[in-house]
Nanobody, 121 residues
Framework: QVQLVESGGGLVQPGGSLRLSCAAS????????MGWYRQAPGKERESVAT???????NYADSMKGRFTISRDNDKKTVYLQMNSLKPEDTAVYSC???????????????WGQGTQVTVSS
């Protein structure tokens, strides 16, 4: 089994910062790309940022310059540093990872449960 567990969400005022973490655990042989996604009430899930095992990053246009994705391969953890937060950033943030498990054959995508981020004064 492979599990992804997010942490670090919460309530923050506009202009504030939060750092999300997502730790992968279980029968993991290798992790390829990891990413953060978000879904606001009544909206489709959207990509926030992704990072390859080699550290190549990709961001949604609206997050560039405000959000930074990083990862620690030894800890099997991906982070999302969010600065200059706006009310429209309010959403459930979820991570995913492209994982090769010892038990389930080829790479497949696993998802975390999500963590709520609320930006409000």
């Amino acid at each position: 089994q492979v599990q992804l567990v997010e942490s670090g969400g919460g309530l923050v005022q506009p202009g504030g910062s939060l750092r999300l973490s997502c730790a992968a655990s279980g029968t993991i042989a290798s992790i390829n790309t990891m990413g953060w996604y978000r879904q606001a009430p009544g909206k489709e899930r959207e990509s926030v940022a992704t990072i390859t095992s080699g550290g190549r990053t990709n961001y949604a246009d609206s997050m560039k310059g405000r959000f930074t994705i990083s990862r620690d391969n030894d800890k099997k953890t991906v982070y999302l540093q969010m600065n200059s937060l706006k009310p429209e950033d309010t959403a459930v943030y979820s991570c995913n990872a492209d994982v090769l498990s010892y038990r389930s054959g080829p790479y497949r995508i696993y998802w975390g449960q999500g963590t709520q981020v609320t930006v409000s004064s």
